[in-house]
């Protein structure tokens, strides 16, 4: 177990481990669904963050989680990030044999995260409790999401292994909807939001590659527009190291620096992937630069493709110099911001 010092605690308020209630914000909301394969790399925490606060914003409805990186503590560092933001109703889901990265996240920052104690020898950060074994399949929880929202309403983001969403294309009529897999994303789904892709160069980009199958089905076979948010991104958008050093001294333990000072040796500028994938969800291309409409395809290999075409319904995005600057701008506004539960 790892103790937070006790002068870290002084002058924080029980709310601070405890959550709070939901904001419930105001205007027109995005309907997200949010596919991660957290545990593995630090941004997809990042990610996580900036959907809480696009909620707090009254910017999205987050609909739900599905995992797809196994491991108990996955799930259960994603209820604490929720429960310290006070959204604490969000739906969950995993992928089970799911193919991909069978790496242990408990070692990693999630189980360091949740491993964490007060003085007292109880857990830092409070949780709804989740039930990591009986989280239902994570295409039954699209299905049932899915059918209950307005056609053509939903964002999916996805900024991990695409197991969940190949395994949704295949999915029979249900309870949830008389419609396939295949048909009910068709009537449903707005936008695949997707970390994935590397345009550059012939490697392989890590979330394509780990399970390749998968990622080859959704590029062939997804029927709605696709943003190929790519690897290159991250490259050039970095979460600076100062920032975690100094800008979240208003609140003794946050789950997201928690884990970011755990996952590296500090002081480090992590790229950031994944919150490109959520940010662009959001904000669209006002951020970002986009391609022409095309077609993107997976090579047995991994290799990723685009190939221009007028009636395309792929892009993959890009950044400027002054893009990518303003964009670590915007995300260190966004990440460092109190929950809107902590003014209550």
Same mark, same amino acid.
């Given at each position: 177990?790892?103790?937070?010092?006790?002068?870290?605690?002084?002058? /924080?308020?029980? /709310?601070?481990?405890?959550?709070?209630?939901?904001?419930?914000?105001?205007?027109?909301?995005?309907?997200?669904?949010?596919?991660?394969? &957290?545990?593995?790399?630090?941004?997809?925490?990042?990610?996580?963050?900036?959907?809480?606060?696009? !909620?707090?914003?009254?910017?999205?409805?987050?609909?739900? !989680?599905?995992?797809?990186?196994?491991?108990?503590?996955?799930?259960?560092?994603?209820?604490?990030?929720? +429960?310290?933001?006070?959204?604490?109703?969000?739906?969950?889901?995993?992928?089970?044999?799911?193919?991909?990265?069978?790496?242990?996240?408990?070692?990693?920052?999630?189980?360091?995260?949740?491993?964490? +104690?007060?003085?007292?020898?109880?857990?830092?950060?409070?949780?709804?409790?989740?039930?990591?074994?009986?989280?239902?399949?994570?295409?039954?929880?699209?299905?049932?999401?899915?059918?209950?929202?307005?056609?053509?309403?939903?964002?999916? &983001?996805?900024?991990?292994?695409?197991?969940?969403?190949?395994?949704? /294309?295949?999915?029979?009529?249900?309870?949830?909807?008389?419609? +396939?897999?295949?048909?009910?994303?068709?009537?449903?789904?707005?936008?695949?939001?997707?970390?994935?892709?590397?345009? !550059?160069?012939?490697?392989?980009?890590?979330?394509?590659? &780990?399970?390749?199958?998968?990622?080859?089905?959704?590029?062939?076979?997804?029927?709605?527009?696709?943003?190929?948010?790519?690897?290159?991104?991250?490259?050039?958008?970095?979460?600076?190291?100062?920032?975690?050093?100094?800008?979240?001294?208003?609140?003794?333990?946050?789950?997201?620096?928690?884990?970011?000072?755990?996952?590296?040796?500090?002081?480090?500028?992590?790229?950031? #992937?994944?919150?490109?994938?959520? !940010?662009?969800?959001?904000?669209?291309?006002?951020?970002?630069?986009?391609?022409?409409?095309?077609?993107?395809?997976?090579?047995?290999?991994?290799?990723?493709? #685009?190939?221009?075409?007028?009636?395309?319904?792929?892009?993959? &995005?890009?950044?400027?110099?002054?893009?990518?600057?303003?964009?670590?701008?915007?995300?260190?506004?966004?990440? +460092?911001?109190?929950?809107?539960?902590?003014?209550?």
């Amino acid at each position: 177990m790892n103790h937070i010092k006790p002068f870290l605690l002084i002058c /924080l308020c029980a /709310l601070t481990f405890a959550g709070c209630g939901r904001n419930t914000g105001a205007g027109q909301r995005i309907n997200v669904i949010f596919d991660t394969d &957290i545990g593995n790399d630090i941004d997809d925490a990042e990610a996580l963050a900036l959907l809480n606060r696009y !909620i707090d914003e009254g910017r999205i409805n987050l609909l739900g !989680i599905c995992l797809n990186k196994e491991g108990e503590k996955t799930a259960r560092y994603v209820d604490i990030m929720n +429960t310290f933001y006070g959204h604490t109703d969000i739906p969950m889901a995993r992928a089970r044999n799911n193919g991909g990265d069978g790496e242990d996240p408990a070692d990693r920052y999630t189980g360091k995260v949740c491993d964490l +104690t007060k003085e007292d020898g109880s857990p830092l950060f409070a949780t709804t409790g989740v039930d990591y074994e009986n989280l239902p399949d994570g295409e039954i929880l699209y299905r049932k999401l899915l059918a209950a929202q307005p056609d053509n309403s939903v964002t999916i &983001i996805s900024v991990g292994f695409l197991t969940n969403l190949a395994r949704l /294309l295949d999915t029979p009529a249900d309870e949830y909807s008389p419609l +396939t897999g295949k048909e009910l994303v068709e009537k449903k789904v707005k936008l695949l939001s997707i970390m994935a892709g590397r345009f !550059i160069d012939e490697v392989p980009e890590y979330n394509v590659v &780990i399970n390749i199958p998968p990622a080859k089905k959704i590029f062939e076979e997804w029927p709605t527009r696709i943003a190929s948010l790519p690897w290159e991104l991250g490259e050039v958008v970095r979460y600076p190291a100062a920032s975690i050093e100094k800008d979240y001294s208003w609140v003794a333990a946050h789950p997201f620096k928690e884990a970011y000072v755990r996952y590296g040796d500090m002081p480090y500028d992590n790229w950031m #992937f994944d919150p490109t994938a959520v !940010i662009y969800a959001v904000e669209g291309e006002n951020l970002f630069t986009s391609s022409e409409p095309g077609t993107i395809s997976v090579d047995d290999e991994g290799v990723t493709r #685009f190939i221009p075409s007028p009636d395309g319904k792929h892009v993959h &995005i890009s950044l400027t110099p002054e893009q990518a600057r303003a964009l670590i701008d915007y995300s260190v506004r966004k990440l +460092t911001a109190k929950p809107a539960c902590f003014s209550e």
